[in-house]
Structures are given as C-alpha cells and as structure tokens.
C-alpha cells in the first residue's frame, strides 16, 4: 500500500511536469528587428523602421528585438506623442544587442524608438491559444476571375515604370449595390496618377457591418488577368442604415514571398501595412479611389468623386 501512494505521488508530479513542458512547447519566439539604416528619416515611408512593423504573439512567448542596424536603439512601450507608458523599455541597445521579454498581457501596444521617434511598431499580444485570424478566416470569399468587374473585355494600359519610381498610388474600390440579404462585390484596382495601371500590387482587404467583420482576405495579390473579385457574406442590414467598413491595407507592389522579414519583401516596394477605412454610402455612387503613398512621396490625398468616403 505504502509503494502504491509512492507511485501514485511520482505520477502526480510526472503529470505536473509535462503540463508545463507542453504549455511550454506551444511558447514561440517573435522576432523584430530595427531596419538597417533606421536612424536616419525615411524608414517610416516603407514601414521599414521594425521590421515587421506589425506583429502577433501570444502570452507566454518570448519577444526578441533585434538590433540589426549599425546604430543603438530603443524598444519602448507607448508612443513619441505620449511618451513611454511603462510596459517595456529595452533601454540603449547597442548593435548587434538584443532585448527579450516574455509577453504576459494580453492586448495591443505601440512602442517606438526613443532615440529616433519616427520609428514606431505595434505589438499585438492574444490569449493563448487564440488565432489572431480565427475571426476573419471564414468571412466572405475571394475569386482570382480572369475577367474584371471594372475593365470587362477590355485590356488596361498598364505602368512600365519600375515599382520603386512610383510616387503615388490610387485605388479604385468598386462595389456592386448590395442590400440586406445580399453580398456585397468588392474589386480593388491600383493606379498611378497618370491612370496606368500597376502591376503585381500585395493588398489585405477587410469589410465588417455593424461591428462583424463580413470579408477578410489577407495576401491577396493582383496583377494583369488575375483579378481578386471580393464577396462578402450576406448583409444582416441594409447598407443605408449600417453602413460598411471597408479596410485596405497596402502590403507593397511587387512579389511577395513569405512573412515580413526582409529577405521576403525584397524587391517589394510601397509603405507595407499602411491601412485606410472607408465606408459605404449607397447614395454617392460605385468607383471609390483612394491615395497611398509609395516609395519616397509622404502625402495622402483622396478623389471626392465616389462612394465611399474615408475615415480618418
């Protein structure tokens, strides 16, 4: 009896140990690492400060910064405009130098460097084992369509310019006139503001209705003969009374291979994770065009001559 409550103590402490061993199998390491050249202004035109600018963890996993560059810097929780806020701060992080904490908290926080506060980044921690897309994933539907809804049969004139040359970009959004019951079509269509058309342009697209996110593509990519045509699911509201939120996050023009890092954008040009909101009107029309900037060109601006109108 007494060898049975031994065993019976080694196999409670054996489970305990590989509780923790597999909550601790399912822990990740997050990289981010200051961009090369960073201390100087113009990282924040690329969204190329952090790379990436954006990311995702979980509680329990292990944030590394990564000091790449060849000037110190600092990780610190809040933003230039209000200062730190106390979360993490790495302190001066010389090259080659890295800071690591263990995310504890759930939530979304910014942080920038307080040496160059033009770099900033922002840090979405999430319960464990919850999916950063498990909302979104489901939402709508995506057809690569060999014909646009926007040309029809006809060829557009498309940019011979090298994406880097690029100054500005505007994107056309057309939609059908969708009512409850019914989706809602969306196509996106990226322009230089000469009216060419650009080539081989990394998009996230977003549409929710009354706080419900109805569409999420995330990687969509677009270029000549193959045409992302965007469905939503059907509309719980009429569109008149609850309109919809439409986001458009801009993840460069060129080819894009893998997660942000920077071997991956190599070759991919454009302020990568710039997002615009805009919301659907019914009584302004069909074609929306919004600007985002490109390669060294900071200003945004918006045509007024369309349906949705822009949220900032």
Same mark, same amino acid.
């Given at each position: 009896?007494?060898?049975?409550?031994?065993?019976?103590?080694?196999?409670?402490?054996?489970?305990?140990?590989?509780?923790?061993?597999?909550?601790?199998?399912?822990?990740?390491?997050?990289?981010?690492?200051?961009?090369?050249?960073?201390?100087?202004?113009?990282? $924040?035109?690329?969204? =190329?400060?952090?790379?990436?600018? &954006?990311?995702?963890?979980?509680?329990? !996993?292990? +944030?590394?910064?990564? *000091?790449?560059?060849?000037?110190?810097?600092?990780?610190?929780?809040?933003?230039?405009?209000?200062?730190?806020?106390?979360?993490?701060?790495?302190?001066?992080?010389?090259?080659?130098?890295?800071?690591?904490?263990?995310?504890?908290?759930?939530?979304?926080?910014?942080?920038?460097?307080?040496?160059?506060?033009?770099?900033?980044?922002?840090?979405?921690?999430?319960?464990?084992?919850?999916?950063?897309?498990?909302?979104?994933?489901?939402?709508?539907?995506?057809?690569?369509?060999?014909?646009?809804?926007?040309?029809?049969?006809?060829?557009?004139?498309?940019?011979?310019?090298?994406?880097?040359?690029?100054?500005?970009?505007?994107?056309?959004?057309?939609?059908?006139?969708?009512?409850?019951?019914?989706?809602?079509?969306? $196509?996106?269509?990226? =322009?230089?503001?000469?009216?060419? &058309?650009?080539?081989?342009?990394?998009? !996230?697209? +977003?549409?929710?209705? *009354?706080?419900?996110?109805?569409?999420?593509?995330?990687?969509?990519?677009?270029?000549?003969?193959?045409?992302?045509?965007?469905?939503?699911?059907?509309?719980?509201?009429?569109?008149?009374?609850?309109?919809?939120?439409?986001?458009?996050?801009?993840?460069?023009?060129?080819?894009?291979?893998?997660?942000?890092?920077?071997?991956?954008?190599?070759?991919?040009?454009?302020?990568?994770?710039?997002?615009?909101?805009?919301?659907?009107?019914?009584?302004?029309?069909?074609?929306?065009?919004?600007?985002?900037?490109?390669?060294?060109?900071?200003?945004?601006?918006?045509?007024?001559?369309?349906?949705?109108?822009?949220?900032?």
């Amino acid at each position: 009896m007494r060898k049975f409550g031994i065993g019976l103590i080694v196999l409670s402490i054996s489970l305990a140990i590989s509780g923790f061993t597999f909550d601790g199998a399912f822990a990740e390491e997050i990289k981010i690492e200051n961009g090369r050249g960073s201390s100087e202004p113009g990282c $924040e035109l690329t969204n =190329l400060c952090f790379i990436p600018a &954006v990311s995702t963890a979980h509680v329990g !996993d292990k +944030i590394i910064f990564l *000091n790449g560059d060849d000037a110190p810097h600092t990780s610190t929780s809040g933003t230039p405009a209000s200062g730190p806020n106390g979360i993490w701060d790495s302190g001066l992080q010389q090259p080659g130098v890295d800071f690591v904490f263990i995310a504890t908290n759930p939530g979304t926080f910014d942080y920038f460097c307080m040496v160059h506060p033009w770099m900033v980044g922002q840090l979405e921690i999430l319960p464990q084992g919850e999916d950063a897309f498990e909302t979104t994933e489901k939402s709508g539907t995506t057809i690569d369509d060999t014909v646009s809804m926007i040309y029809g049969d006809m060829t557009p004139e498309i940019s011979q310019k090298e994406p880097g040359a690029v100054s500005e970009v505007f994107a056309n959004i057309v939609t059908n006139d969708a009512e409850k019951g019914s989706p809602l079509t969306i $196509e996106v269509e990226f =322009l230089e503001s000469d009216g060419f &058309v650009i080539n081989h342009v990394n998009y !996230d697209i +977003i549409a929710s209705q *009354n706080g419900k996110v109805i569409l999420a593509d995330n990687g969509a990519h677009r270029h000549l003969f193959k045409y992302p045509v965007h469905t939503t699911d059907a509309l719980e509201f009429d569109p008149k009374t609850h309109p919809v939120d439409i986001d458009v996050t801009f993840q460069g023009i060129g080819h894009f291979v893998g997660s942000l890092t920077e071997e991956s954008i190599l070759g991919v040009y454009g302020p990568i994770g710039q997002t615009s909101t805009f919301q659907v009107v019914p009584e302004f029309g069909v074609v929306a065009s919004l600007v985002l900037v490109v390669s060294i060109v900071a200003v945004i601006a918006l045509s007024t001559k369309t349906r949705l109108v822009q949220k900032f």
